[in-house]
């Protein structure tokens, strides 16, 4: 190997090292959860990743918010580098392990952003704890209506694939999410969580080559519908819709994330100077 080569590989190694130096670790229900936490300021941002995601999906979006606030990014349990044991946990078992994280933290309120299968999460975070949730960001969040979207286009197809990407699932590629929130049990709602600013951003960009019916013309469609109709229940709700990304907002689209979760902030921030 070249000299060259060799300062490329340890200089990319250094860098490597130093992106995660500021991860670490918390005991939480007995289990091993990573986190990184980075900025200031009298709000606290949760950046709650997605089914099988951790905290690496939030890279350029952790950096940008923690310029102006406080950001704790973290990977449940089962996800990224937290411990990973072998068995299923449910929306609830991860509101609790946020609880004891927050706690150990010593964070008393926090505006949660969430992608995803961590929409369900937050969700149920909102009406257990709604004294510790100032702010709500949803991000193409998981529904309990999936499935409904679906049977609503096709009944006899619909029910194809429910139990097709279930047994995916089972055999064990994300981590039991998708069996958990196709399970059709009932996630809060308004008025369960409080009344506080609630923004969803929803995509409903068309896919080329629809994987189910969800992801059809009509599935984005009513997709948009449903979640504009869930925001606005909410007094201080507002729906977002994007054509510029699919599922993976995030990623795809990391600016209008920043914006709105920087949105939502001032919301809050506006609601507490005037108490």
């Not at 995601?53 to 950001?71: A, K, P, T």
Request: net charge negative; hydrophobic share 40%; charged share 30%.
């Amino acid at each position: 190997m070249g000299i060259l080569k060799r300062l490329c590989l340890a200089f990319a190694l250094l860098m490597s090292q130093v992106a995660h130096a500021e991860i670490e670790t918390a005991d939480v229900v007995g289990f091993v959860v990573e986190y990184e936490l980075k900025g200031e300021g009298r709000e606290f941002v949760v950046l709650e990743a997605g089914g099988g995601g951790g905290l690496e999906d939030w890279s350029g979006i952790f950096e940008r918010l923690s310029q102006s606030v406080r950001v704790l990014r973290y990977s449940r349990v089962g996800n990224g580098g937290s411990d990973n044991p072998e068995r299923y946990f449910m929306v609830e078992d991860y509101a609790e392990h946020l609880k004891q994280l927050l706690d150990r933290l010593d964070v008393a309120k926090i505006i949660h952003v969430a992608h995803s299968y961590g929409g369900s999460v937050a969700r149920v975070f909102a009406a257990k704890y709604p004294e510790r949730v100032e702010g709500l960001l949803l991000i193409d969040a998981s529904s309990e209506h999936d499935v409904d979207i679906m049977r609503s286009i096709d009944l006899e197809r619909a029910n194809r694939e429910i139990e097709a990407v279930k047994l995916d699932d089972l055999r064990g590629g994300k981590s039991g999410h998708v069996v958990d929130f196709w399970a059709k049990f009932p996630l809060p709602d308004y008025p369960a969580i409080p009344d506080i600013p609630v923004t969803v951003i929803a995509s409903v960009k068309r896919y080329e080559s629809p994987g189910h019916l969800l992801h059809s013309d009509e599935g984005r469609r009513l997709w948009g519908a449903l979640w504009t109709e869930w925001a606005e229940a909410f007094p201080k709700g507002k729906a977002v819709l994007t054509r510029n990304s699919h599922h993976l907002i995030p990623q795809e689209e990391p600016e209008l994330v920043v914006a709105e979760a920087e949105e939502i902030v001032a919301r809050c921030r506006a609601e507490k100077s005037e108490l």
